[in-house]
C-alpha cells in the first residue's frame, strides 16, 4: 500500500468540552513565575508566554491509496506546516505506507541543506506519529502491538505543575514542580526556592516523589548551589538545568553533583544529541518530546541507545496523549509517564478538554486502549487544510 497524500490540518472543528464543576482558585499556571532562559531580561522573566511564538498546534494527516488515513500532531505552526507541504510530502507520497524507517530517514536526509534539527525534526514527528497511526490503522492493529506487545499493563503517572494540594487529591503519588528563581535572583532566589520544595515536602509527606523542572534557565554553577541546597528534601530528580546545547556543561554538572539523579532532554532535536548524552554518562533519565525530537521512531532508537545503557526514557508530557503511552508500555525502560495538571483546582480532569484518545490516570496509574492505530477517535470532519 502506497502513501497518497500527506496534508497539514487544522483541528478546528472537534466540539469543545467546558467544565461544569466552579474552580476553587485559579491554575497555578496563570500566575505563577516559571524560571526560564528569558529570565536574565527583565520585561521577559515574568511569565513564558510573554515571549514564546504564538504559532498553533498542527496535525498531519496521511492517507494510502485505499482511503485509509492516519493523523499524527507536532507544534510551531506555519512554519512546520511548510516544511511539510513544500518539501516532505512531495518525496513521501508514493512510498510504501509501512516503510516508516526508511520514510524517517528521507525526512531526516532531504532536510540537511537547511537544517534537521528544531521546526525540522518536529515536523518530522508530525509525518511520524501519522505513519504509525495509519500503520495501525491498515493492520486493524493497536500502535503498542505493531511495537512487539505491551512489557507491562499500565505506566506509573505524576504530576507536573505546582498546585500541589490538589495533585494529592488527585491520587498523583509523584509531583514535578516548575522552578521558580534563577540565576539572576540571587541569594534570595535560592531561599525561595528551597522554600517551595520544603513546602512540597511537608504537604506530600514522605512517600511521595518530588522532582523539579528548571527549563533550561540555570547555568553549572547555579545548578550546584540549588541542588546541594535541596539534598535534604530527596529529589527524586532535578530536571533541564541547562540549555540543551551546553551538551559539555551536563557532563561538567554530573562531574560535581555524582549524588543527583539528573534528568533532560525535552528541547534536544534528533537522538544525537541523545547519544552524547548516554555515551558521556552526563544524565540519569532521557526526557525527549515525541512530537518534537523526530516522533516515534527517533524516540524509540533513543530508548534502545538509553536500555543498553542501563539508563530510563520518561517522554516529555507522554501521558498527556496516547502517542507516548503506546511507547512508553511498550518499551522495558519507560516506566513512567508525565501528566501536566494546567486545569484549575476542583474542576475533575474527565471534565476537561484534553488531546484526542488522552487515557486520564487514576491513583498515579496509566494505561492504553486496545483501539487500532493510536485509539484517538479522531474524525475526518473535525480537520481542515491548514492553509486553506
Known amino acids: 500500500m502506497k502513501i497518497a497524500r500527506i496534508e497539514t490540518m487544522r483541528m478546528d472543528k472537534r466540539p469543545s468540552k467546558r467544565p461544569t464543576t466552579t474552580a476553587r482558585r485559579e491554575s497555578w499556571a496563570s500566575y505563577t513565575e516559571v524560571a526560564n532562559p528569558m529570565s536574565r531580561f527583565a520585561e521577559f522573566k515574568r511569565m513564558r508566554d510573554l515571549w514564546m511564538p504564538r504559532w498553533e498546534g498542527v496535525w498531519v494527516k496521511v492517507t494510502a491509496e485505499d482511503g485509509t488515513w492516519g493523523v499524527g500532531p507536532c507544534s510551531y505552526g506555519r512554519p ?42 518536529v515536523a518530522m514527528s508530525g509525518v511520524d506519529l501519522a505513519l504509525w497511526d495509519l500503520a495501525g490503522k491498515l493492520q486493524n492493529k493497536p500502535v503498542w502491538s505493531l511495537l512487539g506487545g505491551k512489557v507491562r499493563d499500565t505506566l506509573f503517572a505524576y504530576a507536573t505543575g505546582n498546585d500541589t494540594d490538589w495533585q494529592m487529591e488527585l491520587g498523583f503519588k509523584g509531583v514535578k514542580l516548575a522552578c521558580p528563581y534563577g540565576p539572576v535572583d540571587g ?11 520544603a513546602k512540597t515536602r511537608e504537604i506530600v509527606g514522605d512517600s511521595v516523589e518530588i522532582m523539579l523542572d528548571c527549563y533550561m534557565a540555570f547555568d553549572v554553577e547555579y545548578t550546584v548551589r540549588l541542588a546541594e541546597r535541596l539534598r535534604p528534601y530527596g529529589l527524586k530528580w532535578i530536571e533541564e538545568y541547562l540549555i540543551p546545547e551546553d551538551l559539555p556543561g551536563h557532563v561538567a554538572v554530573r562531574q560535581r553533583l555524582p549524588w543527583q539523579t539528573l534528568a533532560t532532554g525535552e528541547h534536544m532535536y534528533t537522538p544525537w544529541p541523545f547519544k552524547y548524552l548516554i555515551e558521556n554518562d552526563a544524565v540519569d533519565i532521557l526526557q525527549p518530546d515525541m512530537l518534537w525530537v523526530g ?35 511498550a518499551m522495558p525502560n519507560m ?54
Open 187 to 197: 541569594l534570595w532566589g535560592l531561599d525561595e526556592n528551597e522554600k517551595l520544595v
Open 80 to 121: 512546520v506546516a511548510a516544511i511539510i507541504e513544500d518539501h516532505f510530502a512531495e518525496h513521501l507520497v508514493g512510498q510504501d505506507c509501512l516503510a516508516i524507517e526508511r520514510c524517517w530517514d528521507l525526512m531526516f536526509r532531504m532536510s540537511k541543506p537547511y537544517g534537521t534539527v528544531g521546526l525540522t525534526s
Open 335 to 388: 516506566p513512567w509517564a508525565e501528566f501536566g495538571i494546567w486545569p484549575a483546582p476542583g474542576i475533575p480532569l474527565e471534565e476537561c478538554d484534553w488531546s484526542p484518545g488522552c487515557v486520564l490516570p487514576v491513583n498515579s496509574t496509566i494505561g492504553v486502549t486496545d483501539d487500532p492505530g493510536f485509539g484517538t477517535g479522531i474524525r475526518e470532519g473535525w480537520l481542515s487544510p491548514f492553509f486553506g
Open 295 to 329: 516522533g516515534l521512531t527517533a524516540c524509540r532508537k533513543i530508548a534502545e541507545m538509553a536500555d543498553v545503557a542501563g539508563k530510563t526514557v520518561i517522554l516529555h508530557g507522554g501521558g498527556m496523549y496516547p502517542y507516548g503511552t503506546h511507547l512508553s508500555i
